[in-house]
């Protein structure tokens, strides 16, 4: 176990609509990172918040948003879902003082999106 | 920019039988590295990782990794591989100033009797 807790775990919806991925951090661990893992495209990283803030960016759609909240957890939000959508996005936690690439980052278990 | 290969899909060992995968990177500078397994329906799990130092790396179950700048590896290895040790495997790069990491697309190993 992580200590990365990542709700809902599937979560199945239809084309056009909206959902939200909640994400809860390590304790302590201020950095909250999102990927995304498909067959085609396989692990990307989405975005990074640190401390309540945007810290990096990857390729991350338009329709994606994410935010991070005072008590650190993180939801990711995708609207107007498209088939092309459904994966597995996983939250990531990490510690140390700015967020930097050397941290371990520790994985939730993920959450299954299917578009139909 | 960065990037990670990992050339082999699927790898098929017996149990007990040696276990190497194989990592390549593509990056100017000394890159970080890092090795993570999912078990099927679970997250990534980190193995091990590499800074700086010592090129061989000690992590959890019994894995250890090599970084050889020469050749733009960082290969996994087992010498004596498990039944539990049946996962998907993924190498990945980070860099400085950069926040994020970027994955190889993945090895799965199937373990036999």
């Known amino acids: 176990d992580s200590g990365v807790t990542q709700t809902p775990k599937h979560l199945i919806t239809a084309t056009g609509q909206r959902v939200t991925l909640r994400c809860s951090p390590r304790s302590g661990d201020l950095s909250v990172y999102w990927y995304q893992q498909s067959l085609d495209q396989g692990l990307q990283f989405l975005i990074q918040y640190y401390n309540g803030e945007e810290r990096a960016k990857g390729n991350i759609l338009e329709r994606f948003s994410a935010q991070q909240f005072p008590d650190l957890h993180s939801e990711l939000n995708l609207s107007s879902l498209e088939l092309g959508d459904s994966a597995l996005y996983f939250c990531?936690?990490?510690?140390?003082?700015?967020?930097?690439?050397?941290?371990?980052?520790?994985f939730g278990p993920g959450t299954r999106l299917t578009v139909l | 920019a960065q990037s990670v290969t990992q050339p082999d899909i699927h790898i098929t060992v017996s149990e007990g039988a040696s276990l190497e995968l194989r990592c390549n990177y593509s990056?100017?500078?000394?890159?970080?590295l890092f090795w993570y397994v999912q078990s099927p329906g679970q997250g990534l799990q980190l193995l091990l990782k590499?800074?700086?130092?010592?090129?061989l790396v000690q992590g959890i179950k019994g894995f250890e990794a090599e970084f050889k700048r020469s050749q733009s590896s960082f290969n996994l290895r087992k010498p004596s591989v498990h039944w539990s040790d049946a996962a998907e495997y993924f190498c990945?790069?980070?860099?400085?100033?950069?926040?994020?990491?970027?994955f190889g697309t993945g090895t799965r190993l199937t373990v036999i009797p």
């Open positions: 990056y100017g500078a000394t890159p970080y």
């Open positions: 590499y800074f700086s130092g010592d090129t």
């Open positions: 990531a936690s990490s510690g140390g003082l700015a967020g930097s690439s050397t941290d371990t980052q520790y």
């Open positions: 990945a790069v980070g860099r400085t100033g950069a926040n994020n990491l970027f």
